[in-house]
């Protein structure tokens, strides 16, 4: 009797500072994983940029180093149906449609240059309107004003412009684009877990909106701009296939933004349920079912996903640094060189003797929205230690996603029940029951917590039949859950929380005064050439 065919699934999982390519069993296992970091671009204080073509590069390298794995333990190639994606959200890519050349280095959603852009359009009539339209605050988050940032800066994206062949495309869409062989096949498409991101769709419609373009279009026409087709996560035709390396010629199937994909991951199908991922950044997903709740209370309205044409919402608060913090730690200051041991210095005191760090490297994200405020620290006195710095460090990310959940029981009028979590910062069991003494309901983390590329795998799966239902995953990584049960007194809890809320209003400012002042120095040396100017035309 012939044995049952094995099944599996790829996943291209292009995180902030790496890429990884995993393949999947039906059961959801990981078998084979090859992963690649790649250069992180700083070229002035708050800028964060990434090389496209690396990107790609890393990406490919991924590609053949786990199927090297795979095909070593005696699995065939010919097994894998199909190929997901999951990637970085926000950050902008723009190329020639004539060559495929990218024409800048990638501008990476943490990156802060554009807050100047930002407050501008925030200036403008109508921009009381835009939340109610894209779903998400004027900010340097989004890609739109990435992409301004590039038009008026950039004079060689600029020209590309002018002539009409300017792409735009957040990293879903240069990957789709560039593995399925660039200009010569031309799939340039986006999902809406990804479009949704950018400001310029319709987060009611998924298409492109006349109005938001025509309200950012303050200084070029962004019509004039090549945006991809916005297409569903999962799809067999319209991903296309990849052109080139050990698995030419495989379909892509499927796509979503990392932070979707982990709610997928986390088997997150129905109204209610909620993740947070504590990876480079922090994001908490809440699915809202299918209908968009637009939020007063600083969230994010995103798409979750959308399978079949009928998309299903998530409110979002998304937190800029959480494991980069721990990374901050790490490199910039010397604490260690492998991430556990910052939390081995946390339990190393058994508190964080009053010193509470703000996090705020590229400002505060949800549900502050504060663009100005800057990394600091309050409490320091002769008692403190790196123990304490790096307790407060862990907690700074604990205390942001309890401000989200007060906000999303307030947007959606439900208090949750439970908080599925993963990324890297949910190994540590000490984040992971600080977490549940500030929240006061249980977190549930997953044995296997590779829970963005599993999402990313779920939706090629849909879409090539290897799973035809959300009931054939319901037992799918729920072995060896670990949850952590709230020990803290409420009281206590609270007092921490109050303490954290005052120094965010005490780290808000400085980056404002910053700008404040260069606008001063370059409005003296104005003055200065106008004198300059006024004394050399009188002397002749």
Not at 341 to 362: C, M, Q, R, Y
């Amino acid at each position: 009797m012939a044995g049952k065919e094995e099944v599996f699934v790829g996943s291209i999982d292009q995180g902030t500072t790496s890429s990884r390519f995993l393949i999947f069993d039906t059961a959801g296992e990981p078998v084979a994983v090859h992963q690649e970091e790649f250069t992180q671009i700083y070229p002035n204080p708050g800028w964060h940029e990434h090389d496209p073509e690396e990107i790609v590069r890393s990406v490919e390298n991924c590609i053949e180093g786990a199927l090297k794995i795979f095909e070593k333990d005696g699995h065939s190639k010919d097994s894998i149906k199909a190929i997901g994606i999951t990637n970085q959200r926000e950050t902008t890519v723009v190329w020639d449609t004539t060559t495929g050349e990218a024409l800048h280095n990638a501008i990476v959603w943490t990156d802060t240059r554009t807050a100047g852009i930002a407050r501008e359009l925030k200036a403008q009539k109508g921009s009381d309107k835009t939340m109610n339209i894209c779903g998400e605050p004027i900010s340097s988050y989004p890609s739109a004003t990435k992409l301004l940032w590039l038009l008026k800066n950039v004079e060689k994206v600029r020209k590309v412009y002018e002539a009409g062949n300017l792409a735009f495309g957040t990293i879903d869409t240069w990957l789709t684009y560039k593995l399925n062989g660039g200009p010569e096949k031309n799939i340039f498409v986006s999902d809406p877990t990804n479009a949704s991101r950018t400001m310029f769709m319709d987060i009611r419609k998924l298409q492109y909106s006349d109005e938001m373009l025509e309200f950012l279009s303050y200084e070029f026409d962004l019509k004039k701009v090549h945006m991809p087709k916005i297409v569903r996560s999962a799809d067999k035709e319209v991903y296309g296939k990849l052109s080139s390396g050990p698995l030419k010629g495989f379909p892509i199937m499927g796509c979503l933004g990392d932070q979707s994909a982990a709610l997928v991951g986390q088997k997150g199908f129905e109204a209610g349920s909620a993740k947070n991922t504590y990876g480079t950044g922090c994001f908490l997903l809440y699915n809202t079912g299918d209908k968009p709740i637009i939020s007063t209370h600083g969230l994010l309205t995103t798409v979750a996903f959308d399978f079949d044409g009928k998309p299903v919402y998530a409110l979002e608060g998304s937190i800029a640094v959480a494991g980069s913090g721990v990374k901050f730690l790490m490199n910039n200051l010397g604490f260690s060189q492998a991430s556990h041991k910052i939390t081995e210095l946390a339990e190393s005191v058994p508190d964080n003797g009053g010193l509470v760090f703000v996090t705020a490297f590229s400002g505060l994200f949800a549900p502050y929205w504060i663009d100005d405020a800057h990394g600091t620290m309050f409490g320091i006195t002769h008692h403190t230690e790196r123990g304490h710095i790096a307790r407060a460090t862990l907690e700074a990310v604990c205390f942001q996603t309890k401000a989200i959940l007060d906000a999303m029981q307030k947007d959606s009028g439900h208090a949750l029940k439970e908080l599925k979590v993963d990324g890297g910062m949910s190994n540590s069991a000490l984040c992971m029951q600080t977490q549940a003494d500030l929240v006061g309901i249980p977190i549930v983390r997953p044995k296997m917590r590779e829970t963005t590329a599993l999402g990313a795998a779920i939706a090629a799966g849909f879409a090539s039949g290897v799973w035809k239902s959300f009931d054939e995953l319901r037992e799918v990584n729920t072995v060896g859950e670990t949850v952590f049960e709230a020990k803290m007194e409420k009281g206590e809890s609270e007092r921490m929380f109050k303490r954290w809320g005052r120094a965010v209003q005490m780290s808000k400012g400085w980056l404002a005064e910053e700008e404040e002042l260069e606008g001063h120095q370059e409005e003296a040396r104005e003055i200065k050439e106008s004198i300059k100017e006024d004394e050399s035309g009188a002397s002749k």
